[in-house]
């Protein structure tokens, strides 16, 4: 099973980016997925979490500028954040959480950089 984060890069404060996260392995039964990212020094924190049924949870600070969907029929899920900031400079990872036959597993991608910056 691998996942495959890409949409990173260098963005101005203000600015958006749209991250992706594709999640191959026909026989890994995907629950949820989610984001998390981890700034320089600092541990790696949820950045929000999509359920297979979409319900959604995000980090308090987050709500109203990131937004997660998944598409179930490609086995990705999106993060579109809006209104960077410096303090949203972090390598995000991807993050998928289900089975294989019938043991839990969960899988991280390798991440993808997202520098804000001026």
């Known amino acids: 099973v691998q996942l495959q984060a890409s949409g990173g890069g260098l963005v101005q404060p203000g600015g958006s980016l749209k991250l992706s996260c594709a999640a191959s392995g026909s026989i890994f039964k995907i629950d949820s997925m989610g984001w998390y990212r981890q700034a320089p020094g600092k541990d790696r924190d949820m950045v929000a979490t999509i359920t297979s049924e979409e319900i959604t949870y995000y980090a308090e600070s987050l709500k109203g500028r990131f937004n997660i969907s998944r598409d179930n029929a490609k086995s990705m899920v999106y993060l579109q954040m809006n209104a960077l900031e410096p303090e949203d400079t972090a390598v995000y990872y991807c993050?998928?959480?289900?089975?294989?036959?019938?043991?839990?597993?969960?899988?991280w991608g390798r991440g993808t950089l997202v520098t804000v910056s001026s």
């Open positions: 993050k998928a959480v289900g089975s294989i036959l019938t043991s839990p597993a969960d899988f």
